[in-house]
T-cell receptor
Framework: EPEVTQTPSHQVTQMGQEVILRCVPI?????FYWYRQILGQKVEFLVS????????KSEIFDDQFSVERPDGSNFTLKIRSTKLEDSAMYFC??????????????FGPGTRLTVT | RKEVEQDPGPFNVPEGATVAFNCTYS??????FFWYRQDCRKEPKLLMS???SGNEDGRFTAQLNRASQYISLLIRDSKLSDSATYLC??????????FGKGTRLHILP
């Protein structure tokens, strides 16, 4: 069964450093998403990406965040200058179509980011 | 009013019992609705979409009431493996998804 994969599973970084989180969505999916979940809190939408551009973003997704699909398979989230409050689990998801339609999102196993 | 609201629980339910979760959403323009389950420190996994006419998948039944902006999930004949957090998920724009905080379920042997 096809699945979303994410690397690394755990990333530790120092405050102020840049991190890149990587995702390989399901191969025939067209819509890609990043979410975060701070420990003990709810899953929060960050950004959605379609046709090589951002289609929606939340207020959390400020100028320190960026996303890219550098090739036909990878989808990355970059955090330019990490803060302590960026420590969270980051989930990538993909779907075959917009969720306004019939298709559902499938999540990767997440990258746990720890900022020290 | 929160965008997506759920009773956090926990619900402690004996094995074999029926349990129901409710969820309310604030945006009347919301288009699609889903239930996900999340095990501790794992990713959310899609359980089922929720259709206007209501839908069933084995022991699971989902209902949508657009007039009341309310979604429900019913689990019949609960199993120990049903223990998890159940997330109500609503899409409010084409590509923006809002998760509820989830309801924790513990199935007791």
């Amino acid at each position: 069964e096809p699945e979303v994969t994410q690397t690394p599973s755990h990333q530790v970084t120092q405050m102020g450093q840049e991190v890149i989180l990587r995702c390989v969505p399901i191969s025939n999916h067209l819509y890609f998403y990043w979410y975060r979940q701070i420990l003990g809190q709810k899953v929060e939408f960050l950004v959605s990406f379609y046709n090589n551009e951002i289609s929606e973003k939340s207020e959390i997704f400020d100028d320190q965040f960026s996303v890219e699909r550098p090739d036909g398979s990878n989808f990355t989230l970059k955090i330019r200058s990490t803060k302590l409050e960026d420590s969270a689990m980051y989930f990538c998801a993909s779907s075959g179509s917009r969720t306004g339609g019939a298709y559902e999102q499938y999540f990767g196993p997440g990258t746990r980011l720890t900022v020290t | 009013r929160k965008e997506v609201e759920q009773d956090p629980g926990p619900f402690n339910v004996p094995e074999g019992a029926t349990v129901a979760f409710n969820c309310t959403y604030s945006n009347s323009a919301s288009q699609s609705f889903f239930w996900y389950r999340q095990d501790c420190r794992k990713e959310p996994k899609l359980l089922m979409s929720v259709y206007s006419s209501g839908n069933e998948d084995g022991r699971f039944t989902a209902q949508l009431n657009r007039a009341s902006q309310y979604i429900s999930l019913l689990i019949r004949d609960s199993k120990l493996s049903d223990s998890a957090t159940y997330l109500c998920v609503v899409n409010v724009l084409d590509d923006k998804i809002i998760f509820g905080k989830g309801t924790r379920l513990h199935i007791l042997p």
